[in-house]
């Protein structure tokens, strides 16, 4: 099949999040599986020019929003990958410090910029002389990709063929704006209506994909049921019961060629699950960048945006207990300014055993996975999560609330679990301060076991999370969202 993968941010070009994670491994597991892939992306300013090479295939142009733009389409390549990644360009959009918002607030054009590099991704196939059988797209940024196909682009016989997939990464993020701006659009003033596109008089980029796509999917099975309950849906949950029959849930695969103790050049020393002496080096390297005692104390670590979705106020809320204990803990984060405020004071105060790095850095991310002993995400939802899915591989115990993708991927430390060899981590139901102390209290009791504590580290390390299962979902899906093409082409 030929797939044309659209996602506002690709690892390693770009990115905030989850999402760039997988857009920098699903197409390449799909490659391995025989499948052609390009994947599309804005080409923000804040992406280096001189990292990587950028080959201009075309500069073209767009009427959108009552305006003709000027739009450039270039490619790239990254060694050892066969992916080809084709990038959007243009004068008046992309030119910000941050992907979406600077200093938490939205950028005033990302409406017009995201809108146009939608109706972009379905000229550069075109451009390209290559028509793809599965147009895939990714959350709010793509969402109106699936409007413009099948409104102005009904009928065009260059994409009579392609079947359309959504996935959703998470719900909360629905790209509104104020209804006023619909003109902008170009769309046909009937879909800005509350079963299309409006949303209480906003217009809603994520119900685009919602209600245009042929099938939907989010990134988890579990999250896939939580969203169509009020407490999960975002007030969307009404749209997707209407697609329950097209609602599918697929668990995210890691990218083990990044994620790997045993290769990461991040590390001051590999390590693997039957030679764990690394993982003690690692930690050891850890406590000293973080100015701590070398001493053998459970040592805790967070990567996380700082929001309430992630619990960052739960961890706030126990933390003059937690600091009672003898344990450490590192926090590496962006997010909500109250949160990093907070955060900033309490590592004022116990210098000797909370390290807070309010920054993006993604070499630090691998050297917190692989010197902290245990991985808290006490997420109040999480679609799927990847640290915890990183923890695993790095034998840091991730200890997670019940919920989204966590739930499916980590395996609780019961007593059954334990006898069984089965257990990976710790998990706890209620979103409280108090369920997420019980749970960490349980796995600093287990941590001063070191057989039994040994064993889990050595189970989580083996649980296998790769593409290559997850990359096979997919393609049950396009294959179901080409045969909803089927009856279009035979009206
Ligand atoms: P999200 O909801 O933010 O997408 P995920 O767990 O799915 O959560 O993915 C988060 C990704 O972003 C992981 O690769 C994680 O390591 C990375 N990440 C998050 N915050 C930071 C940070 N401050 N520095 C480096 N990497 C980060």
New binding site residues.
């Given amino acids: 099949m030929r797939i044309l993968y659209a996602s506002s941010e690709v690892f390693p070009f770009a990115?905030?999040?989850?999402?760039?994670?997988v857009g920098g491994s699903l197409p390449s597991a799909l490659e391995r599986l025989g499948h052609e892939v390009k994947v599309i992306m804005p080409r923000y300013s804040v992406i280096p020019g001189d990292r990587w090479e950028f080959i201009k295939v075309k500069d073209f142009t767009l009427r959108h929003g009552k305006k003709e733009h000027s739009l450039t389409l270039w490619k790239s390549r990254l060694p050892g990958v066969s992916v080809e990644f084709l990038f959007v360009s243009t004068p008046l959009f992309f030119n910000h410090n941050g992907l979406y918002s600077e200093k938490g607030k939205d950028h005033p054009d990302n409406l017009e910029g995201f809108s146009l590099f939608c109706r972009a991704m379905l000229e550069a196939p075109k451009l390209l002389n290559w028509k793809p059988d599965i147009l895939h797209a990714n959350d709010w940024q793509t969402g109106l990709v699936f409007a413009y196909l099948k409104t102005l682009l009904r009928g065009d016989p260059f994409y009579r063929k392609t079947g359309t997939l959504f996935t959703i990464?998470?719900m909360a993020y629905q790209g509104l704006f104020p209804g006023s701006n619909f003109p902008k659009l170009d769309l046909p003033r009937n879909t800005f209506s509350p079963d299309i596109l409006e949303f209480y008089g906003q217009i809603n980029f994520l119900k685009g994909g919602l209600v245009f796509a042929d099938i939907l999917n989010t990134v988890s099975p579990t999250y896939s049921r939580e969203i169509l309950t009020p407490e999960f849906g975002h007030g969307l949950e009404g749209v997707l019961q209407k697609r329950r029959n097209d609602l599918f849930g697929i668990i995210?695969g890691a990218d083990y060629q990044e994620w790997d103790p045993a290769r990461d050049s991040f590390l001051p020393s590999g390590y693997t699950a039957g030679s764990l002496e690394g993982k003690s080096v690692c930690k050891k390297t850890l406590q000293r960048r973080c100015r701590f005692s070398e001493k053998d104390v459970p040592l805790i670590g967070i990567?996380?945006?700082l929001t309430a979705?992630?619990g960052t106020d739960l961890v706030l809320d126990i933390l003059d207990e937690l600091m009672c204990l003898d344990i450490q803990l590192v926090i590496?984060?962006?997010g909500e300014p109250d949160l990093q405020e907070k955060l900033r004071a309490k590592a004022g105060r116990y210098r000797d055993r909370l390290s807070v790095?309010l920054?993006?850095?993604?070499a630090?991310?691998h050297r917190v996975?692989a010197g902290a002993d245990l991985f808290l995400?006490p997420s109040r939802y999480?679609?799927?999560?990847?640290?915890?899915i990183?923890s695993l591989r790095y034998g840091t115990i991730p200890v997670v609330r019940k919920t989204g993708g966590l739930a499916d991927t980590v395996i609780d430390a019961t007593p059954s679990n334990i006898l069984s060899g089965k257990a990976t981590g710790f998990m706890f139901e209620t979103a409280s301060p108090l369920s997420l102390l019980t749970s960490l209290r349980l796995a600093l009791c287990l941590y001063k076991d070191p057989l039994l504590w040994k064993k889990l580290v050595q189970t989580a390390m083996e649980a296998d999370f790769s593409w290559d299962h997850s990359a096979r979902e997919y393609v049950k899906l396009y294959e179901l969202a080409l045969k909803k093409v089927l009856p279009r082409l035979t009206v």
């Fill in positions: 990115k905030t999040g989850g999402l760039a994670d990464h998470n995210n990567i996380s945006r979705q992630k590496l984060g962006v790095h920054t993006f850095d993604e630090f991310a996975e995400m999480e679609p799927c999560g990847l640290n915890q990183y």
